[in-house]
């Protein structure tokens, strides 16, 4: 427990505040250097911390994107309830804010023996400490046909932005009484409600402009996260029109035809008006490229740092790294970056470090008036990270409630993104 | 600096124990915005320590309803809960949000 007379917190005029962060003296001369790379949620907000946690560090976040499109309430624009500006954040606020500096430039290469970052442009950053937060990527090579140029047909629509407009054009463009076919990816995979949360407010927005259409879901799994709240909600919301083929039905996706739009299973072919391709993932390129990942394509971590296993000196958040029990989500990526800044910062100013909570909470639309949510607390222990209390909302809930949670999640949207990018 | 932000500002340039309940709020403000301007999530900002307090033990003992809020105070200890509220409390609605 920490002792209430050394408390100085409170500081709200800008000018005060200032002042007394500057008050602080340096423990050395040259301020340590952290290096955040990737801008998505992860980074951003371990960037953002890494800051607020301690006046000398320099932080630098590299990120080749202007801005971020959150992949997280994606599925409301493709259902057309929210607009793609709605879900884009820029940079500006974490270095006027912060005094983040902001590099926007692609990284080529980590040298982590000479603690370096090496950009395309040439430029080397040096660092004392580096944060790797590199997102998801796709593997190609694992269903036949589809690649970068296939995607460009049968979006994945899984890494938010260009891809997910593609996928709402197609969705505009298609008559009605057309099939949408979402092949619904492996485990682990980026957000798991994900896929199935698409295909409800799809639906929903077939059931309002193409009510003839249906919905078919290629799962290359046999069972998934919260599956009785979806399928009674496919029920009750959208009678007829979504169905879920196990991959015990169809003996999993093999391949995709882009001239048919067609998907290609072990037991038979699937043509599509739209087809969605949610490919196996792995960890980003840049993880793979730093020599941070492991035989199974992610990054192996210290549960209380996020300190690589593989990489002394270099710490992975988010979704490329491998945090026991807890999923691939934006609210997991920024709880563990919130973790590692605080680790990082004690370890670069010498202060003690403590325990800390690490969280998922989620919320996930059913319906455009039919939310749930669950939460669930872990704990590191044991070299990995364990589930400790979980909750989930139960099949039955209330109209109430459920609507409750439509106004509680768009919310939260606005909390979460304030508390990453603002 | 802008208000509404856990300003972490335990002196660490002496190696000092950060602070505890600055902390812990950085986890508050994944859902609740520390400036006092939700919309749709109950603020947090604007209440004394020892109503904060109350809140959380009614959440541990399941008499207020959320399954969010009864995950997160069952995961506090007590030092933990009274150093959050003690921060939180501490907090001033922003007359200038973002």
């Known amino acids: ?422 | 600096m802008s208000a509404g932000v856990p300003v972490l500002s335990a002196d660490r340039s002496q190696a000092a124990q950060p602070d505890r309940g600055a902390e812990l709020a950085a986890v508050c403000a994944s859902c609740h915005r520390l400036d006092g301007h939700d919309q749709g999530i109950p603020s947090i900002i604007g209440f004394d320590e020892a109503t904060l307090v109350a809140k959380m033990v009614a959440f541990k003992s399941d008499e207020r309803s959320s399954q969010i809020m009864r995950v997160m105070s069952l995961s506090l200890s007590a030092e933990d809960l009274t150093a959050v509220a003690h921060y939180l409390a501490g907090q001033h609605k922003d007359t200038n949000p973002r």
């Not at chain 1, 009678?239 to 169809?250: C, G, R, V, Y």
């Not at chain 1, 020599?291 to 593989?310: I, M």
């Open chain 1, 1 to 422: 427990m920490t002792d209430c007379t050394r408390r100085t917190f409170g500081c709200l005029l800008g000018a005060s505040c200032v002042a007394a962060l500057g008050s602080r003296t340096a423990r050395s001369q040259a301020k340590a250097r952290v290096v955040v790379v990737g801008g998505g949620v992860g980074g951003a907000t371990a960037a953002k911390y890494l800051a607020l946690s301690a006046n000398t560090l320099e932080v630098t976040l590299i990120e080749p994107k202007p801005q971020y499109t959150t992949c997280f309430f994606s599925n409301l624009y493709l259902a057309g309830m929210r607009s793609l500006a709605s879900l884009t954040h820029g940079y500006e606020p974490l270095a006027r804010r912060y005094g983040i500096r902001i590099v926007q430039e692609s990284v080529a290469t980590i040298d982590p023996a000479a603690k370096t970052v090496g950009l395309e442009s040439g430029a080397k950053l040096d660092y004392d400490r580096l944060i790797v937060a590199p997102g998801i990527a796709f593997k190609f090579d694992a269903i036949e046909g589809y690649d970068e140029a296939a995607a460009q047909i049968l979006p994945h629509a899984w890494v938010a932005g260009p891809q997910t407009q593609l996928l709402r054009e197609q969705l505009e463009a298609m008559e009605d009484g057309g099939v949408f076919v979402l092949t619904a990816p492996p485990n682990p995979f980026r957000c798991p409600p994900g896929p199935y949360e698409r295909a409800c407010l799809i639906a929903a927005y077939f059931k309002q402009f193409k009510p003839r259409s249906k919905i078919l879901i290629l799962d290359a799994k046999d069972s998934f996260f919260e599956q009785d709240l979806f399928q009674d909600a496919w029920e009750r919301h959208f009678p007829d029109m979504i169905e879920w083929l196990p991959a015990q039905f169809t003996g999993g996706i093999k391949a995709v035809d882009v001239k048919t739009r067609s998907i290609r299973t072990e037991a038979g072919n699937f043509v599509a008006a739209v087809a969605n391709v949610i490919p196996p993932q792995v960890a980003g390129r840049l993880a793979q490229k730093g020599g941070l990942v492991d035989a199974s394509g992610w990054c192996p971590v210290d549960p209380l740092t996020f300190e690589s296993k593989q990489q002394p000196g270099i710490h992975v958040i988010g979704d490329a790294a491998l945090a026991g029990e807890m999923p691939k989500s934006a609210f997991a990526a920024n709880s563990q970056a919130k973790m590692c800044a605080f680790a990082v910062a004690a370890l670069l100013t010498g202060s003690e470090e403590q325990s800390s909570h690490l969280f998922n909470t989620c919320f996930t639309f059913l319906a455009p008036d039919d939310a749930v949510s669950d939460a669930i607390s872990f704990k590191p222990g044991g070299g990995t990270i364990k589930m400790g209390n979980i909750l989930l909302s139960q099949v039955g809930e209330s109209v109430q409630t459920r609507r409750e949670a439509v106004r509680a999640a768009n919310g939260w949207y606005d909390a979460f993104t304030h508390d990453v990018f603002g």
